[in-house]
């Protein structure tokens, strides 16, 4: 979280799998796990994190995977922009989301069910494979729900 007022911009990755045809299990995209504790729910969003100053986005992206998951990403391509205007743990936050579809370059994380990741020494977080269709049946909240225009 960014200080109180302040605009964040991000660079997320959107990372498919499957196409959902000869495939029966359908299509499924890499998320993270996070949760509110004044709302008590759970929600999951793209890979990825904050842009510095004077660094590109999708070197940002780049940099965030590695960090995050050591992963490396190929393929990567400019989706759009996004303005995500929330409420997490009862503050307000702003976020300005670059968003980028890409592919991890080594399969074996396409095998993966699930990884544990640190964004910080006190903060873990889960990063999982999820189906398409349990987020546009609203089983599973997906943020922000602008992502859903390139689902």
Known sequence: MG????????????????????????ERIFVSEG????KQSTFYRALGGGVDFSE?????LQREFQEEIQAELTNIRYLGC??????FNGRQGHEIIQLYQCDFADPKFYQLDSLI????E????RALWINIERFKSGELKLVPEEFFNYL
């Open 3 to 26: 200080k109180s007022g302040e605009i964040r911009v991000l660079a997320l990755g959107l990372i498919r799998d499957g196409d959902g045809g000869a495939n029966a299990k359908g």
């Open 35 to 38: 949760y509110d504790p004044v």
């Open 56 to 60: 590109p986005s999708h070197l940002a």
């Open 82 to 87: 996004l303005e995500n205007l929330f409420i």
């Open 117 to 120: 990741f640190s964004e910080s």
């Open 122 to 125: 006190n903060h873990q977080h």
